[in-house]
T-cell receptor, first 116, second 115 residues
Framework: AQKVTQAQTEISVVEKEDVTLDCVYETRDTTYYLFWYKQPPSGELVFLIR??????QNEISGRYSWNFQKSTSSFNFTITASQVVDSAVYFC?????????????FGDGTTLTVKP | EAEVAQSPRYKITEKSQAVAFWCDPISGHATLYWYRQILGQGPELLVQ????????DSQLPKDRFSAERLKGVDSTLKIQPAELGDSAMYLC?????????????FGPGTRLTVL
């Protein structure tokens, strides 16, 4: 079985602060993908970023960056210079390989509130 | 921009009644997913279709839930009879293929309230 843990239930920051969302996962697969999705108040989940298990290179895309560390099974997501529009629930997801037949497992989400 | 369509957006029903939700995935997406999201939790996969075939329904309560995707395009999820514990958001998603690497595109969801 695979599991995703987002220990931070809620985070509140002031606009322009940087914020990091934590994600820890468990899987027996050697090949897997990790995702971050955003769920704004409207309810529709939106794909943000993806990382495969063989690529630990950290990247930056605009105000988003992510830190994937296979040794600690963590896939943390950082928003730089946060904005009010970033307020949403953020979900980390794991898509398994052979043993999980590609099934996606989501964490329980972190609610981010960005105050003006 | 192509979107996943779902209807209705909101549904209120009494327990023991039957309810049905509809989903139309993005054109060309072979894989369709139904998730249940309880308030404060992440989406939980109920059923996954590859074209018209079910590839995973291990978490679907088959005594009361059913899902079909007859022509491999749109899909219907049914609950009969509804129970109080079924109150949740029901999300539909689609992806190009059911491969591990493909991101999923989600619809707006149907919020079900069972009284």
């Amino acid at each position: 079985a695979q599991k995703v843990t987002q220990a931070q239930t809620e985070i509140s920051v002031v606009e322009k602060e940087d914020v990091t969302l934590d994600c820890v996962y468990e899987t027996r697969d050697t090949t897997y993908y990790l995702f971050w999705y955003k769920q704004p108040p409207s309810g529709e989940l939106v794909f943000l970023i993806r990382r495969n298990s063989f690529d630990e290179q950290n990247e930056i895309s605009g105000r988003y960056s992510w830190n994937f560390q296979k040794s600690t099974s963590s896939f943390n997501f950082t928003i730089t210079a946060s904005q009010v529009v970033d307020s949403a629930v953020y979900f980390c997801a794991l898509s398994g390989g052979y043993t999980n037949a590609g099934k996606s497992t989501f964490g329980d989400g972190t609610t981010l509130t960005v105050k003006p | 921009e192509a979107e996943v369509a779902q209807s209705p957006r909101y549904k209120i029903t009494e327990k023991s009644q039957a309810v049905a939700f509809w989903c139309d995935p993005i054109s060309g997406h072979a894989t369709l997913y139904w998730y249940r999201q309880i308030l404060g939790q992440g989406p939980e996969l109920l059923v996954q279709f590859q074209d018209e075939s079910v590839v995973d329904d291990s978490q679907l309560p088959k005594d009361r839930f059913s899902a079909e995707r007859l022509k491999g395009v749109d899909s219907t999820l049914k609950i009969q009879p509804a129970e109080l514990g079924d109150s949740a958001m029901y999300l539909c998603a689609s992806s190009l293929q059911g491969d591990t690497e493909n991101e999923q595109f989600f619809g707006p969801g149907t919020r079900l309230t069972v009284l």
